[in-house]
């Protein structure tokens, strides 16, 4: 959650963004202080999906809440590299707050080509901390190829240190 000038920015989420950048009227956002309704980031921020697939989500789950990453993946028709952006950003974090943890769920649940097509692969559930969580230099590289910015930390945030303070 990104804060400037009393604005909060908050983060795509599957399950509460609309295809465009909106006011949230209903936010379960933590700044009780704040005049302001926070904003929302639209899904058509997320790079390398469709236009077309970001507006099927949203339709999608209009319907009714996906219940799950299979339920969105089947509804929606993602492909693999589709959900491992989605993974990768975030914006699965209703499903499973651990990046890592969404993205790898959301790979098995994509429908197989060829001649897998029909079939179905199953794996045993990860351990809560089988992947570990991504650091924030992690989910800034993350955030970065996805969305091309981020709402974690800036790029610069961890060159600071290596700076020499006289030429701050």
């Not at 908050?10 to 909106?22: G, H, K, N, R, V």
């Not at 209903?26 to 058509?44: A, D």
Request: aromatic share 6%; proline share 3%; with cysteine.
């Amino acid at each position: 959650m990104q804060k400037d000038h009393s604005v909060v920015v908050l983060p795509i989420d599957i399950q509460m963004s609309t295809f465009e950048t909106a006011l949230e009227y209903k936010s379960t956002s933590n700044e009780k202080n704040s005049k302001l309704f926070p904003v929302r980031l639209g899904l058509n921020q997320i790079k390398n999906i469709s236009q077309k697939k970001l507006r099927k989500i949203e339709m999608m789950r209009g319907l009714h809440a996906y219940s799950s990453i299979a339920d969105l993946c089947r509804r929606v028709g993602l492909e693999k590299k589709e959900v491992e952006i989605l993974g990768s950003i975030g914006a699965l974090r209703d499903f499973d707050k651990n990046r890592f943890h969404a993205t790898w769920s959301a790979i098995g649940n994509t429908k197989l080509n060829g001649i897998l097509e029909t079939s179905k692969i199953v794996e045993k559930s990860l351990k809560e901390d089988q992947l570990g969580l991504p650091n924030n230099l992690c989910k800034m590289v993350l955030d970065y190829n996805g969305l091309g910015f981020s709402l974690e930390d800036h790029p610069v945030s961890f060159l600071r240190n290596l700076i020499p303070e006289n030429l701050l």
